[in-house]
């Protein structure tokens, strides 16, 4: 990983979610991929993934839905069972997660 607290301004429209239930029953491997716009190299794609998620809270897809300031931040601190992390939007749409890792890599 490389952030304690992390902010994308320039996230977009989610084009893939995906959910795959643990076999503990209590949490959740969560992805998604949404356009990722880089002023220097134009627009790509960045895949997040939340491993161990134990809440997901997604905004109204109509049919899809954008994310504009995505910030991660590291809540060890909060000692919250199972949970490192915080990825809430700060934008337009009502999308937060709480997780135990989290994974982010540009697709293309």
């Known amino acids: ?17 995906l959910v795959k239930e643990e076999r503990d029953g209590g949490s959740i491997d969560f992805s998604l991929t949404a356009d990722y716009g880089d002023s220097s190299s134009g627009t ?14 997604l905004p109204e897809l109509m049919p899809m839905f954008f994310l504009s300031e995505l910030e991660i931040e590291d809540i060890r601190s909060d000692h ?6 915080r990825a809430r939007d700060y934008g337009e749409s009502d999308f937060e997660v709480l997780a135990r890792d989290i994974a ?4 293309r």
């Open 1 to 17: 990983m490389f952030f304690l607290s992390s902010i994308f301004y320039r996230l977009g429209k989610v084009s893939c979610l």
């Open 44 to 57: 790509t794609e960045v895949a997040l993934r939340f491993g161990r998620a134990r809440y997901v809270k």
């Open 80 to 85: 919250i069972e199972g949970v490192n992390y």
């Open 104 to 107: 982010i890599s540009l697709v």
